[in-house]
């Protein structure tokens, strides 16, 4: 599974999602950003690639739906409502991902 986690400059929150969830065995993880100066921005190819998006925001799902309606029809998109108030790899951003995430995502025991 594929997941595409997007916020807005791909500094903060998506990068944490991204790091977080990478170590989640069976699913691939990126990150990107709706904003033109985003770390990576979303694109056509990375929405193509995703399975399941988790946009941080209504926002960024809105910003999505413009860019790349004809591609997300498709998709799963998860609004997972979480404000830009955190710093990269924040304690309480993990666990509120974690909460929030999971509830979404099949988890596999490592062998």
């Known amino acids: 599974m594929n ?5 807005s400059r791909n500094r903060l929150r998506s990068p ?3 790091a977080v969830f990478a170590e989640v065995t069976g699913h691939a993880v990126l990150s990107a950003g709706t904003s033109n100066d ?3 921005v979303v694109s056509a190819d990375l929405v193509e690639w995703a399975d399941i998006i988790f ?3 209504g926002v960024h799902r809105r910003r999505l739906n413009q860019r790349f309606a004809p591609l997300l029809r498709t998709k799963r998109i998860i609004v997972l409502g979480i404000a830009d108030e ?3 790899m924040d304690p309480r951003l993990i666990e509120i991902l974690k909460e929030k995430v999971f509830q979404h995502i099949e988890v596999r ?3």
């Open 38 to 40: 985003a770390e990576t």
């Open 3 to 7: 997941l595409l986690f997007v916020c």
């Open 16 to 18: 944490t999602a991204e």
């Open 55 to 57: 946009a941080m925001e």
């Open 109 to 111: 025991a490592t062998p």
């Open 86 to 88: 955190y710093d990269y």
